[in-house]
T-cell receptor
Framework: SQQGEEDPQALSIQEGENATMNCSYK?????LQWYRQNSGRGLVHLIL?????REKHSGRLRVTLDTSKKSSSLLITASRAADTASYFC????????????FGKGTRLSVIA | DSGVTQTPKHLITATGQRVTLRCSPR?????VYWYQQSLDQGLQFLIQ???????AKGNILERFSAQQFPDLHSELNLSSLELGDSALYFC??????????????FGEGSRLTVL
């Protein structure tokens, strides 16, 4: 399966702490994206990192990509209770006409 | 607000029935994607349309079908429903054709419950 896998499956931290989520995938990619989903709602795009990029920042978000290890990480700094959500990585595989493949997500709980 | 509209938001029906889910993509987006989200399977890609034509097919059952109309809205038809079809069905749109997929914009989903 091309599906990415997020690690950990669930993460609980205190407000103000940093949260790190990891994603591993199996085949080469064009890009990797991170999405956020509040419970029962639609997914919201957070950031896209291309295969030739190693790091990208957006506000309190920092994404890294290591194509040699086929892995990515999402760091949320100075977390807030409002960051509580599920976070998914999605991979755009370099294997033809294949849309985004989503992992099963990391459930982040930020406790105030 | 992503600009993607899905109806209905909630649907409760019985086994063996047929339902139609509707999606209107963001203005200007030519690609529409359907995903199924269930607790045990995560987010599974079903099918993609680009400007009215099927572009990619994922884990879509034969009991399911979809189409994209000239005005670019899309419908997902689910027939002979089974209990296991209960899930959140998401529609997403993008400007891309599918190769080198960019950002997807998701609707709020249609929650289907089959009793």
């Amino acid at each position: 399966s091309q599906q990415g896998e997020e690690d950990p499956q669930a993460l609980s931290i205190q407000e103000g702490e940093n949260a790190t989520m990891n994603c591993s995938y199996k085949t080469s990619i064009n890009n990797l994206q991170w999405y956020r989903q509040n419970s029962g709602r639609g997914l919201v795009h957070l950031i896209l990192i291309r295969s030739n990029e190693r790091e990208k920042h957006s506000g309190r978000l920092r994404v890294t990509l290591d194509t040699s290890k086929k892995s990515s990480s999402l760091l949320i700094t100075a977390s807030r209770a409002a960051d509580t959500a599920s976070y998914f990585c999605a991979t755009d595989h370099d294997s033809g006409n294949t849309p985004l493949v989503f992992g099963k997500g990391t459930r982040l709980s930020v406790i105030a | 607000d992503s600009g993607v509209t899905q109806t209905p938001k909630h649907l409760i029906t019985a086994t063996g029935q047929r339902v139609t889910l509707r999606c209107s993509p963001r203005s200007g987006d030519l690609s529409v994607y359907w995903y199924q989200q269930s607790l045990d399977q995560g987010l599974q890609f079903l099918i993609q349309y680009y400007n009215g034509e099927e572009r990619a097919k994922g884990n879509i059952l034969e009991r399911f079908s979809a189409q994209q109309f000239p005005d670019l809205h899309s419908e997902l038809n689910l027939s002979s429903l089974e209990l296991g079809d209960s899930a959140l069905y998401f529609c997403a749109s993008s400007v891309a054709q599918g190769i080198g997929t960019g950002e997807l914009f998701f609707g709020e989903g249609s929650r289907l419950t089959v009793l």
